[in-house]
């Protein structure tokens, strides 16, 4: 029973690139969140999704961030040309439909550096 | 000030002693807490979950919660080398985002 999947694992960009992670949440799990974590800093939440819809994206940066959650396939977090500030451990979080309050299953995370 | 407040340590200890980690919150509206559980370039592995006030004891660990005082605690008994981590505090409201502490980073010297 495979937990949730990230990938890549690590992720190296220049300044201007485009960056995509990837979460393939536990089967059965249709509630998806990416959360980032700075060095020295808790996780921060960024945005909730469940297939097809953006349920929340309070914590999503107005500029360059994106996410989706098609109806096949994993869900994808986007960031346009990144910049140095974007460096961070991306996680991804999964939860089971109606249980969404209790228990979120996080994936390994993306590390991305911005060089 | 942040919602959820919490000492990042680093707290070493002995094998084999109680650890006592805490966090504080500010919005009264919190209403689900959880402990996780991080080591090193690893993803937070969910420890504890409570709603109400009042303990709850899973093995080693019991995970506490005073509302009116807006504390939440984790303790470890009995502390082994593997439970050197870094442990985060989490809340929400009922709803799924959940706001984390900073983390408190645990050593267990044998």
């Known amino acids: 029973n495979a937990g949730v999947m990230q990938n890549p694992r690590h992720l190296v960009r220049r300044r201007g690139q485009e960056a995509r992670l990837r979460c393939s949440p536990m089967k059965g799990h249709s509630h998806v969140y990416w959360y980032r974590q700075l060095p020295e800093e808790g996780l921060k939440f960024m945005v909730y999704l469940q297939k097809e819809n953006i349920i929340d994206e309070s914590g999503m940066p107005k500029e360059r961030f994106s996410a989706e959650f098609p109806k096949e396939g994993p869900s994808i977090l986007r960031i346009q040309q990144v910049v140095r500030g974007d460096s961070a451990a991306y996680f991804c979080?999964?939860?089971?439909?109606?249980?969404?309050?209790?228990?979120?299953?996080f994936g390994p995370g993306t590390r991305l550096t911005v060089l | 000030q942040k919602e959820v407040e919490q000492d990042p340590g680093p707290l070493s200890v002995p094998e084999g002693a109680i650890v006592s980690l805490n966090c504080t919150y500010s919005n009264s509206a919190f209403q689900y807490f959880m402990w996780y559980r991080q080591y090193s370039r690893k993803g937070p592995e969910l420890l504890m979950y409570t709603y109400s006030s009042g303990n709850k004891e899973d093995g080693r660990f019991t995970a506490q919660v005073d509302k009116s005082s807006k504390y939440i605690s984790l303790f470890i008994r009995d502390s082994q080398p593997s439970d050197s981590a870094t442990y985060l505090c989490?809340?929400?409201?009922?709803?799924?985002?959940?706001?984390f502490g900073t983390g408190t980073r645990l050593t267990i010297i044998p």
């Open positions: 979080a999964s939860s089971p439909p109606g249980q969404s309050t209790d228990t979120q299953y």
């Open positions: 989490a809340t929400n409201f009922g709803n799924e985002k959940l706001t």
